[in-house]
């Protein structure tokens, strides 16, 4: 009689540890971003310029989307050989310790031109990491918990990666509050990098213990184990990942579009005050967490695939609507918008594992995930804002109607792959 609450324990138990790490990963990885003026003016001569600076330090900042898919694909290549537990433990400690040496590392007026050589070294180690440490999780929460609850674990996951951006934000503000702006500005943000890092190894700690999955087990044990992943994976499965880049781009769209970038859109397009369209970015994160995880749970009931296309739909024939309604005064259409586009990434999640064989899936989600992060989530900010310049605010909503008729096309041409996990 306690076999199912004992499943019911481990299964929440293996989705809090995967989503105590997403959490902290992309804390380290985030924080760079809200503190960019900062770390600009750290790291970057003071004859630059303030603003100057800092778009230098956003630029870094990209460097580490670039750095995804390659981390994504070496780490990849470790998760389908040695296991996927070994590498979604390594990769937090790998993020803590750049995170700890950027909040250590000397700035320019001590280095000189070697600080921020340093500085775009330990970004793409970081982006690195955070390359294996998603498709990783994905992979080993899919594998535990099993077709039943995948959705749900899944979007556990994805929730508390979206927290990590929250708790950056939060991280600030009490930074800001405690030292005041000029302390903030000048040193105290390097505690945000150290109070990172110690969590993160703690996380490390938590993770280390983590049983393998079975599939994985028995995969080495009966001595499938793929020699070269990514070989085989290119030659034996374009569709499957054609069909997980195209579902993956639209999450990488409704990141920097919805939430990242979005105090910037407001305030082009509609001169919003600053600190009330980071409210608004603010809300429409936490709204997404929940969405994420609402959807998960649904999903699980009803169907992933019903929930993906409600949404894409949904968000497809919403989009010019949410956009042309959004003013300085009325901001809930865009995040309502966000909320729609949140039940599409809380549900997709849980089918792509099932897209590829065991003896490549941590390369398969690798490949995909990290691939559209890199294109779409990098060049996100840039395509968007340079839209709205152009185009106006329905341009930016033709690019949502867009993402969302690619990630269709994306469940339709695996409608026959999905195998579970």
Same mark, same amino acid.
């Given at each position: 009689?306690?076999?199912?609450?004992?499943?019911?324990?481990?299964?929440?138990?293996?989705?809090?540890?995967?989503?105590?790490?997403?959490?902290?990963?992309?804390?380290?990885?985030?924080?760079?971003?809200?503190?960019?003026?900062?770390?600009?003016?750290?790291?970057?001569?003071?004859?630059?310029?303030?603003?100057?600076?800092?778009?230098?330090?956003?630029?870094?900042?990209?460097?580490?989307?670039?750095?995804?898919?390659?981390?994504?694909?070496?780490?990849?290549?470790?998760?389908?050989?040695?296991?996927?537990?070994? @590498?979604?433990?390594? %990769?937090? /400690?790998? &993020? !803590?310790?750049?995170?700890?040496?950027?909040? *250590?590392?000397? +700035?320019? =007026?001590?280095?000189?031109?070697?600080?921020?050589?340093?500085?775009?070294?330990?970004?793409?180690?970081?982006?690195?990491?955070?390359?294996?440490?998603?498709?990783?999780?994905?992979?080993?929460?899919?594998?535990?918990?099993?077709?039943?609850? @995948?959705?749900?674990? %899944?979007? /556990?996951? &994805? !929730?508390?990666?979206?927290?990590?951006?929250? *708790?950056?934000? +939060?991280? =600030?503000?009490?930074?800001?509050?405690?030292?005041?702006?000029?302390?903030?500005?000048?040193?105290?943000?390097?505690?945000?990098?150290?109070?990172?890092?110690?969590?993160?190894?703690?996380?490390?700690?938590?993770?280390?213990?983590?049983?393998?999955?079975?599939?994985?087990?028995?995969?080495?044990?009966?001595?499938?184990?793929?020699?070269?992943? *990514?070989?085989?994976?290119?030659?034996?499965?374009?569709?499957?990942?054609?069909?997980?880049?195209?579902?993956?781009?639209?999450?990488?769209?409704?990141?920097?579009?919805?939430?990242?970038?979005?105090?910037?859109?407001?305030?082009?397009?509609?001169?919003?005050?600053?600190?009330?369209?980071?409210?608004?970015?603010?809300?429409?994160?936490?709204?997404?967490?929940?969405?994420?995880?609402?959807?998960?749970?649904?999903?699980?009931?009803?169907?992933?695939?019903?929930?993906?296309?409600?949404?894409?739909?949904?968000?497809?024939?919403?989009?010019?609507?949410?956009?042309?309604?959004?003013?300085?005064?009325?901001?809930?259409?865009?995040?309502?918008?966000?909320?729609?586009?949140?039940?599409?990434?809380?549900?997709?999640?849980?089918?792509?594992?099932?897209?590829?064989?065991?003896?490549?899936?941590?390369?398969?989600?690798?490949?995909?995930?990290?691939?559209?992060?890199?294109?779409?989530?990098?060049?996100?900010?840039?395509?968007?804002?340079?839209?709205?310049?152009?185009?106006?605010?329905?341009?930016?909503?033709?690019?949502?109607?867009?993402?969302?008729?690619?990630?269709?096309?994306?469940?339709?041409?695996?409608?026959?792959?999905?195998?579970?996990?």
């Amino acid at each position: 009689m306690t076999a199912a609450p004992d499943a019911q324990r481990s299964i929440v138990r293996t989705a809090a540890i995967s989503a105590l790490g997403g959490v902290f990963e992309f804390y380290d990885f985030v924080i760079f971003a809200v503190f960019a003026p900062q770390i600009g003016r750290a790291f970057f001569p003071p004859e630059a310029g303030e603003s100057s600076r800092t778009l230098q330090a956003f630029a870094v900042f990209a460097v580490g989307y670039l750095a995804r898919p390659v981390g994504g694909m070496l780490w990849a290549h470790v998760g389908d050989r040695r296991g996927r537990a070994y @590498v979604f433990s390594h %990769t937090v /400690l790998g &993020m !803590a310790a750049c995170t700890l040496m950027i909040a *250590l590392l000397p +700035g320019y =007026a001590t280095l000189g031109v070697a600080a921020p050589v340093l500085l775009v070294g330990l970004r793409l180690l970081q982006g690195m990491a955070l390359g294996g440490e998603i498709p990783a999780s994905l992979c080993w929460l899919s594998e535990h918990a099993g077709p039943r609850r @995948v959705a749900l674990v %899944t979007a /556990l996951l &994805m !929730a508390g990666v979206n927290s990590g951006l929250l *708790l950056g934000q +939060g991280v =600030a503000v009490t930074l800001e509050a405690i030292f005041g702006s000029e302390h903030a500005m000048n040193w105290a943000w390097r505690l945000a990098f150290v109070f990172g890092s110690s969590v993160g190894v703690i996380a490390y700690f938590v993770r280390r213990h983590v049983g393998e999955t079975r599939q994985f087990l028995e995969m080495h044990e009966g001595g499938t184990v793929e020699r070269l992943p *990514l070989r085989t994976l290119l030659r034996t499965q374009p569709r499957a990942l054609l069909s997980g880049f195209l579902m993956c781009s639209m999450h990488a769209w409704v990141v920097p579009s919805l939430y990242l970038t979005l105090p910037s859109f407001l305030v082009q397009c509609h001169r919003m005050d600053l600190h009330h369209a980071e409210r608004v970015a603010l809300v429409s994160s936490c709204i997404g967490s929940v969405v994420y995880v609402c959807s998960g749970w649904l999903a699980d009931r009803v169907g992933a695939r019903r929930v993906c296309v409600t949404a894409l739909l949904v968000v497809a024939v919403a989009a010019l609507p949410a956009y042309a309604m959004t003013t300085a005064d009325t901001t809930w259409p865009i995040v309502a918008l966000g909320a729609a586009a949140g039940a599409f990434v809380g549900a997709y999640l849980s089918l792509l594992p099932g897209l590829f064989p065991a003896s490549v899936r941590v390369s398969g989600l690798a490949t995909s995930y990290d691939g559209a992060a890199a294109i779409i989530g990098g060049s996100g900010p840039y395509l968007m804002l340079w839209m709205a310049q152009h185009h106006g605010p329905q341009g930016v909503a033709w690019l949502m109607v867009a993402f969302s008729a690619a990630a269709l096309t994306g469940l339709a041409t695996s409608a026959r792959r999905c195998l579970h996990p």
